[in-house]
């Protein structure tokens, strides 16, 4: 289901505000079972699949991870597909242009979400990794 229908019932189940939502991982159309990680209040709810994750700590600081990494801390997780900036420096490849998602973690630890639109000739075609980075 849309992003949108999520946020409207988190609002209503947890009494929260949302006042932004971006999609995550990629997810099985057919029964819309999520492609690789997801943790949410600490539950592990889908196993990972290789690919890296952003995270919510325990201690509510915000990490990116390699699979490999230990989720021991990690309150919330939902697996991406590419790690595209690491130290400071794109870390990525060229590929097709898409409509992208990014979520990234400032030196500050700020957290910052990205997206771009896409498959929409001549008004949006996406981006590549690089460009993202």
């Known amino acids: 289901s849309p992003v949108r229908q999520h946020a409207y019932a988190a609002e209503d ?20 079972e999520p492609g690789g990680l997801l943790i ?20 509510g600081t915000a990490d990116i991870r390699y699979a490999h990494e230990s989720m021991d801390d990690v309150k919330e997780a939902v697996s991406g ?7 400071g420096k794109s870390c990525t490849y060229h ?3 898409n409509p992208r998602t990014c979520i990234g973690i ?20 996406g981006m590549d990794y690089p460009e993202m980075a």
């Open 13 to 32: 189940k947890l009494g929260v505000n949302v006042i932004g939502a971006i999609n995550g991982d990629g997810y099985s159309h057919d029964v819309g």
């Open 40 to 59: 949410m209040d600490s539950v592990l709810c889908h196993p990972a699949n290789g690919f890296p994750y952003f995270a919510i700590l325990k201690d």
């Open 81 to 87: 597909f590419q790690i595209i900036v690491q130290d």
């Open 95 to 97: 590929n097709k242009l």
């Open 106 to 125: 400032k030196a500050d630890g700020t957290v910052v979400m990205f997206v771009v639109d896409g498959r929409q000739d001549p008004d949006s075609v």
